[in-house]
């Protein structure tokens, strides 16, 4: 038989011209999923994940020794950054900001134990005119997840009254991501105001149902509508990122007719995601201007 050395060493692989070392080495000890397996997924997700998480400035969630050991987020290069994941200044900011627009760049995070890819509201041509609204859906414990999914609905629904076509991403843990994809006529401060008021004025109309500040101690039974991820320095999970939780889950984008079909945030992984993705396909429409929707909701 033909010995093949991998550039990676004794017993790596190339994935997307990317050496990945140790592949075999067990990330996801309760379903047995490894670092080759979790950088064979990214580079397999590129295509539909990039059009979700290219040119915006990231935060990655490393777990070098797997789901065992210790986790820290990363929004810097540091020293030795693999090539392919690229930085790029922001206007008023001291360090560039790291951005990935290839397979080979999610793959060179995989190698360096990247397990989730993290997402600012802003891309780097204009990082000054935010481009998506989000509300991450935070249940209680002991929720169940068809309130979640109600409540989901529910804000999709005002905001549609407002003016803002929304989609739903299944966040891979407990909750469901409710997005709107702004045009960049406006800047953080008006989506924030836009996103505070929103969500105080959903708490105020249905208090046993929904809490807009963060306090654990309020959320008994609700489900806190966190609208602190419409910041400019703020993050959400990118859709079709996996998540670093037992069972290699993925945050997966969905219609709203799916999610009607879905049973938990946590449905979808990383053996399952990319299969049934073009299926249930969120209906992105075009991205619309943030102002009417304000105007509407400051009169209504
Ligand atoms: P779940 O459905 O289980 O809530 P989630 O991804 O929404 O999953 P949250 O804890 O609600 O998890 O966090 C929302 C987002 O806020 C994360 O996706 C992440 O981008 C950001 N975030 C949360 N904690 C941190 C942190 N310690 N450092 C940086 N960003 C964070
Ligand atoms: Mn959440
Ligand atoms: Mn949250």
């Known amino acids: 038989p033909v010995i093949r050395i991998a550039p990676g060493g004794q017993g790596g692989r190339v994935i997307e011209g990317i050496a990945v070392t140790s592949p075999d080495r067990v990330i996801f000890p309760g379903c047995g999923v490894t670092k080759g397996d979790l950088a064979a997924y990214y580079a397999a997700a590129a295509p539909l994940m990039l059009a979700h998480c290219a040119d915006r400035p990231l935060a990655l969630l490393r777990l070098p020794e797997g789901l065992a050991g210790e986790r820290f987020f990363q929004k810097h290069a540091g020293r030795g950054f693999p090539a392919q994941m690229r930085t790029t200044p922001i206007p008023g900011e001291d360090e560039p900001a790291i951005y990935v627009n290839t397979a080979a760049g999610l ?28 509300f991450d859906l935070d249940p209680d414990e002991g929720l ?123 449905a979808y992984d990383i053996r399952t995601a990319l299969q049934a993705a073009p299926g249930i396909a969120p209906d992105r429409r075009r991205p619309v201007s943030l ?10």
């Open 107 to 134: 793959v060179a995070g995989a190698q360096m134990g990247v397990v989730e890819y993290h997402i600012r509201g802003i891309r780097r041509d204009r990082a000054d005119r935010p481009d998506r609204l989000v």
């Open 144 to 266: 169940d997840f068809s309130q979640v999914r109600a409540a989901a609905i529910d804000l999709r629904d005002r905001l549609a009254d407002l003016g803002l076509p929304t989609w739903p991403m299944l966040t891979g843990g407990k909750g469901i991501h409710v997005v709107a994809d702004l045009r960049r006529t406006v800047g953080w401060d008006t989506v924030k105001l836009f996103a505070r008021a929103f969500a105080h004025l959903l708490a105020a109309e249905q208090p046993g149902r929904y809490v807009a500040v963060m306090s654990k101690a309020r959320r008994e039974g609700r489900i806190f509508i966190d609208w602190l991820r419409n910041d400019a320095q703020a993050t959400a999970v990118s859709a079709f990122s996996c998540r670093a939780r037992e069972g290699a889950t993925v945050a997966m984008p969905l219609s709203w007719d799916a999610l009607d079909r879905t049973d938990g945030a946590n």
């Open 291 to 300: 102002e009417p929707a304000a105007r509407a909701l400051a009169g209504g």
